[in-house]
């Protein structure tokens, strides 16, 4: 598959319909106002990770955020991380993300919540990335590097767009001892777009590539709870769920999806990290 390939790919993987509509459509039938929702609001769509946004708030625990601190959200998707981050550190947080549609999503609801001057929106590839070097203090990735393939060429465009003395945070994804995995997975209906690296050589490659690791925390019981809760509501629910949910963003494939998640993590075929690099 050529980079265009891949591109078209995960666009179509990302956009299975009218996603702001059916946010704003979500927000009305909860009472909540769209014109200007609040953060909390939409929170059960726009964290669109295990964990969901008490896994964000840890991660943002362990790198330092304030006022000043320039944040790239790589893969930030619609962007609830980011207007997260913005609104309790006040700092500046710029999203890039392949899937134009969500960059789309992403500025109207940062418009909407009243955030647009702090967190701003850039289609773009990862794996090339829109900024100079050295424009930020801290990179940021949560469950967006399953469907990179050139690990080495990601790591070290991150690096290239940090600061020396700037951190990587990352909660992502990566292969479990057991792999081949079931599919459909949350990122990918089948191996096309899926690329997971067993955790060790995540971390090799970053320490050999002059990262220095502050934090390294394996997740994985604590995200097949997260799956387990949500397949749980899901299957309760039947036909009846709730206006607002990641369900919007998977449409059809959302309830096989998040059970071969369960599947996936019980027979620990996936493996989820959170962690922490300084650049050197
Ligand atoms: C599962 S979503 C996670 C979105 C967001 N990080 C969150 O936690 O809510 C994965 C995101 O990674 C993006 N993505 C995948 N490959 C990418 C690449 N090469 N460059 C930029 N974004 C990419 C997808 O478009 C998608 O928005």
Redo the contacts with the bound molecule.
């Keep these: 598959m050529d980079n265009d390939d891949?591109?078209r790919a995960?666009?179509t993987?990302?956009t299975p319909g009218d996603l702001g509509a059916a946010i704003l459509a979500g927000l009305i039938a909860q009472g909540k106002n769209p014109e200007a929702p609040a953060l909390d609001d939409l929170a059960p769509v726009?964290?669109?990770?295990t964990g969901g946004k008490a896994a964000?708030l840890e991660l943002a625990q362990l790198v330092p955020l304030s006022a000043g601190t320039r944040v790239l959200?790589?893969?930030?998707?619609?962007?609830?991380?980011a207007r997260l981050l913005a609104s309790q550190a006040g700092c500046a947080v710029t999203v890039?993300?392949?899937?134009e549609a969500?960059c789309q999503v992403g500025e109207m609801l940062t418009r909407r919540t009243g955030l647009g001057q702090r967190v701003t929106f850039q289609h773009?590839?990862?794996?090339a990335l829109p900024f100079a070097d050295q424009s930020f203090d801290v990179v940021w990735?949560?469950?967006?590097?399953?469907?990179?393939a050139e690990k080495a060429r990601?790591y070290a465009e991150l690096a290239r767009t940090l600061r020396p003395g700037g951190r990587l945070a990352f909660?992502e994804i990566m292969a479990g001892p057991n792999a081949p995995i079931a599919f459909p997975v949350?990122?990918a209906t089948d191996q096309r777009?899926s690329f997971l690296w067993p955790p060790e050589e995540v971390r090799s490659l970053l320490t050999g590539s002059g990262w220095r690791e502050q934090t390294w925390v394996d997740k994985t019981a604590a995200s097949l709870a997260f799956f387990e809760e949500r397949l749980a509501i899901f299957e309760r629910a039947a036909a009846d769920l709730p206006p607002l949910g990641l369900h919007l963003?998977l449409g059809d494939r959302f309830g096989p999806a998040f059970g071969n998640m369960v599947r996936n993590l019980r027979k620990r075929r996936v493996t989820v990290i959170q962690a922490v690099f300084e650049r050197a």
């Excluded at 959200?73 to 991380?81: E, K, L, M, R």
């Excluded at 890039?96 to 899937?99: G, I, N, R, Y």
Aim: proline share 2%.
């Design positions: 891949r591109a995960i666009n993987h990302y726009d964290q669109f990770h964000t959200d790589v893969g930030g998707g619609i962007g609830g991380a890039v993300d392949l899937t969500y773009g590839d990862a794996l990735t949560q469950h967006a590097t399953m469907n990179i990601l909660h949350p990122w777009i963003l």
